[in-house]
């Protein structure tokens, strides 16, 4: 059983800054991808942030330039530094971990709670 944990969100201003961390834990064999989505009320969930086991890293057009995705492999966790928020930026972010949780498994998708991010203008 894998559990992720997001925490940082919260409130900002336009053109503040927030980092949100997301912790996975539990049997963990191995970690392919972690990454990053939002949730805006009543629309489709959207990928913006992905990193590799390589570190090879995705972004969306939408956060391109403003987001950083990074990761601490020991710890489990990866990070979303979020510069130059805008309103458009609100939304439930969550974290997605693809991990196996043992050799014999395949990959699998695991999913925190979702943590809001709230930026005024």
């Known amino acids: 059983q894998v559990q992720v944990v997001e925490s940082g969100g919260g409130m900002a201003q336009t053109g503040g800054s927030l980092t949100l961390s997301c912790a996975a834990s539990g049997t963990i064999f191995s970690i392919n991808t972690m990454g990053w989505h939002r949730q805006v009320t009543g629309q489709q969930r959207e990928l913006i942030a992905v990193?590799?086991?390589?570190?090879?890293?995705y972004y969306a057009d939408s956060v391109k330039g403003r987001f950083t995705i990074s990761k601490d492999s020991d710890k489990k966790t990866v990070y979303l530094q979020m510069n130059g928020l805008k309103p458009e930026d609100t939304a439930v972010y969550y974290c997605?971990?693809?991990?196996?949780?043992?050799?014999?498994?395949?990959?699998?998708?695991?999913w925190g709670q979702g943590i809001q991010v709230t930026v005024s203008s």
């Open positions: 990193i590799s086991s390589g570190s090879d890293t």
């Open positions: 997605a971990i693809e991990a196996a949780s043992r050799r014999d498994l395949l990959l699998d998708d695991y």
